[in-house]
């Protein structure tokens, strides 16, 4: 099968900060999903998909739209490789390794692409927004048939249907993200817990940070269609909602008819009989004193918030264009701590920036015990190309960033289970997800505060709410025993 040369350039553009930056003026359009066209309803019934998804919570609902065009189409999932007719890979870009991970496995799929001519392969989400990683997969990946970008997912039927006839690789892959796309279908992957959209993009621009460029500029959805997916997961039965954005608390700023942030957005979804609502990711910046006061309230807005900090010391975070210091950082917490006393709080850190000192860093672990967070993320950064950083100087040896890595993790861990152990012999509410992964025996749930408990009871509990007194706390894990109706009864 012969393939075409794509003049890719007229469809996306390389990371550019000054243009990126002049993109608020471009208009934000609402626009409705249309219906899959005709001759393309049925044109995958009898075949199969599979989608590999790699990254945030944002590619995973993506992959959960993507997924839900394709079942449109007639297509069923599956998770055998050999048997697909269709295989995409829904990728990301916040680290180099993410994408190591994916070219090799797009180079370990050639063989069935040999083996089956009529396989549709094809790479979508992050990766596909950045020049390079296309021109890569051009100039040594001719094997795949099809690239599409974060911005145009509501185009996949059309660009399947070029894939599948023209027979020559199909590239579409928009610089131009001003655009909201509402009623798409989707197939989620849980029936307990939902992932919400409330924004995409992201206008921070860190400049250690790719997504600003591959996700495009901030653009909220309207309240009310929002509130009506939230509203329609609710008499479906889903037990756990999470509101879903690059910069999720930046929500309603571009929205500039109305007076609606993410407090009030959040103040809404409350009185909605959803038992448990969260969300991530915030920004410290954006997180304003009216949404602390609305999730202060407690109810079906879960007490664990997910605070990205990054770094502790405040040279540091100027570099990273955080637009925050380190004291405003601790004042943000100490406000956040005193209007919700039991806050579960999480974080983002990096270790090894271009130019991080040991002095430097020293003020990561200082932020890290003074805070006391419940657990953490924490990453040696990766340059990406594009960004300011990438072309910074950096004169630190791996070695040491590995040793800072080391010493953060056993920092943290020790927090954790200091704070696990607080929680023996409590009894908290837990959502029975499904068995434990490693022992079928056992059933897995997390609490409101996100954490995980294993413990033993019967598989009718599986998607219900459960009472578990803490009985072994771990670093990453709380093992506990279910509180029967006796116990319930005397406590």
Not at 376 to 398: L, V
Not at 464 to 470: K, L, N, S, Y
Request: aromatic share 8%; glycine share 6%; net charge neutral.
């Amino acid at each position: 099968m012969t393939k075409r040369t794509i003049d890719y350039a007229k469809y996306f553009t390389a990371p550019n900060l000054k243009k990126a930056r002049k993109r608020y003026k471009e208009d934000i359009e609402i626009l409705d999903f249309e219906q899959i066209p005709e001759d393309v309803r049925h044109i995958g019934v009898g075949k199969k998909y599979l989608i590999k998804t790699y990254g945030c919570q944002m590619n995973e609902h993506d992959t959960e739209t993507i997924a839900g065009i394709l079942e449109q189409m007639g297509y069923a999932a599956t998770d055998d490789e050999k048997s697909a007719d269709v295989i995409l890979f829904n990728t990301c870009a916040i680290r180099e390794n993410a994408e190591d991970k994916v070219f090799g496995e797009i180079g370990r799929i050639k063989p069935l692409k040999i083996e089956n001519p009529d396989l549709i392969l094809g790479v979508c989400g992050c990766m596909s927004q950045e020049e390079s990683v296309v021109n890569r997969i051009l100039q040594k990946h001719q094997h795949v048939d099809l690239i599409f970008g974060t911005h145009n997912i509501h185009r996949l039927p059309h660009l399947l249907k070029e894939a599948l006839f023209a027979k020559e690789m199909v590239v579409e892959v928009w610089s131009k993200e001003g655009d909201v796309v509402e009623n798409m279908p989707k197939a989620r992957a849980n029936r307990l817990k939902a992932w919400v959209n409330i924004m995409y993009g992201c206008d921070k621009f860190c400049t250690y940070c790719i997504v600003p460029y591959t996700r495009g500029k901030e653009r909220s959805r309207l309240p009310q269609d929002v509130l009506a997916e939230v509203r329609d997961l609710a008499r479906l039965g889903y037990k756990e909602v999470t509101l879903l954005g690059q910069n999720v608390n930046a929500y309603g700023k571009d929205l500039t008819d109305i007076d609606y942030r993410f407090g009030h957005l959040m103040d809404d979804i409350a009185k909605i009989a959803v038992p448990r609502v969260r969300f991530t990711t915030s920004h410290p910046r954006d997180f304003d004193d009216h949404l602390i006061e609305v999730l202060a309230q407690g109810g079906n807005l879960v007490e664990h918030i997910h605070l990205p900090a990054q770094s502790g010391n405040s040279l540091m975070l100027k570099r990273m264009a955080r637009k925050y210091t380190r004291d405003d950082y601790m004042r943000l917490v100490e406000k956040i701590k005193k209007a919700i006393p039991n806050v579960v709080l999480t974080t983002d850190i990096i270790v090894g920036f271009p130019g991080e000192t040991d002095e430097q860093f020293a003020d990561t672990l200082s932020l890290m015990r003074e805070v006391a967070y419940d657990s953490a993320f924490t990453f040696i950064y990766s340059p990406r190309e594009g960004t300011p950083a990438a072309k910074w100087e950096d004169t630190t040896p791996p070695e040491v960033k590995k040793e800072r890595l080391l010493q953060l993790n056993e920092i943290q861990d020790a927090i954790s289970l200091r704070k696990n152990e607080q929680l023996r012999g409590e009894v908290v509410e837990v959502l029975v997800e499904g068995e434990s992964k490693k022992n079928a025996d056992v059933l897995s749930g997390r609490t409101r505060s996100n954490k995980l408990v294993n413990f033993r009871g019967s598989k009718t509990l599986i998607g219900q709410f459960a009472e578990v007194r803490i009985t072994e706390p771990k670093t990453y894990t709380l093992g506990g025993t279910l509180v029967c109706d006796a116990q319930r009864e005397a406590l």
